[in-house]
T-cell receptor, first 115, second 112 residues
Framework: KAGVTQTPRYLIKTRGQQVTLSCSPISGHRSVSWYQQTPGQGLQFLFEYFSETQRNKGNFPGRFSGRQFSNSRSEMNVSTLELGDSALYLC??????????????FGPGTRLTVL | AQSVTQLDSHVSVSEGTPVLLRCNYSSSYSPSLFWYVQHPNKGLQLLLKYTSAATLVKGINGFEAEFKKSETSFHLTKPSAHMSDAAEYFCVVSGSARQLTFGSGTQLTVLP
């Protein structure tokens, strides 16, 4: 099976712009989670989507949003970019079953730089 | 609520010597615990996971971890370090909400 893919791998934007990142999960996986990784804050959970519905959400402002399509692919959007949004954004997929044991498989990430 | 504390931000070992990366956790629920590794400019790879089946968990590349409920610990060990083990390691807890909570990471350096 192909792994989790994320596009683009690198992005450079300026403050005030918006950006959309894409994630394709492993075939058959219905859950997609997004994480932000920065040197200062480490890895932080953004949100999880399952069957096109946001099932869980971290503590991020409303500028961060996402969606999931019927084929389980997911996008996240960040509006009105700030310098502090510069980070590695990681997507993870799992089969999304009802317990917390489901292993999450991570993509390589999208490196976003905000100038 | 759940949290993870990785007790060392940096660990240096010589090649061929044992590795110990320490992790303590806190969880209101019976937790699932994981160790992930991240090589430079790469995504996260699962090393091993604890799901209450056995307290000693074996993972990939010779790593293992022992779940100790009384000490709320889940330390990662390897008998003999290899140069390719140099990376950042994350201890992770998952509670009832399936949300992963990451530790701050331990950077492992392997000296020749």
């Amino acid at each position: 099976k192909a792994g989790v893919t994320q596009t683009p791998r690198y992005l450079i934007k300026t403050r005030g712009q918006q950006v959309t990142l894409s994630c394709s999960p492993i075939s058959g996986h219905r859950s997609v989670s997004w994480y932000q990784q920065t040197p200062g804050q480490g890895l932080q959970f953004l949100f999880e989507y399952f069957s096109e519905t946001q099932r869980n959400k971290g503590n991020f402002p409303g500028r961060f949003s996402g969606r999931q399509f019927s084929n389980s692919r997911s996008e996240m959007n960040v509006s009105t970019l700030e310098l502090g949004d510069s980070a590695l954004y990681l997507c993870a997929s799992s089969d999304g079953g009802g317990n917390s044991y489901n292993e999450q498989f991570f993509g390589p990430g999208t490196r976003l730089t905000v100038l | 609520a759940q949290s993870v504390t990785q007790l060392d931000s940096h660990v240096s070992v010589s090649e061929g010597t044992p590795v110990l990366l320490r992790c303590n956790y806190s969880s209101s629920y019976s937790p699932s615990l994981f160790w992930y590794v991240q090589h430079p400019n790469k995504g996260l790879q699962l090393l091993l996971k604890y799901t209450s089946a056995a307290t000693l968990v074996k993972g990939i590349n010779g790593f293992e971890a022992e779940f100790k409920k009384s000490e709320t610990s889940f330390h990662l060990t390897k008998p003999s370090a290899h140069m390719s083990d140099a990376a950042e390691y994350f201890c992770v807890v998952s509670g009832s909400a399936r949300q992963l909570t990451f530790g701050s990471g331990t950077q492992l350096t392997v000296l020749p």
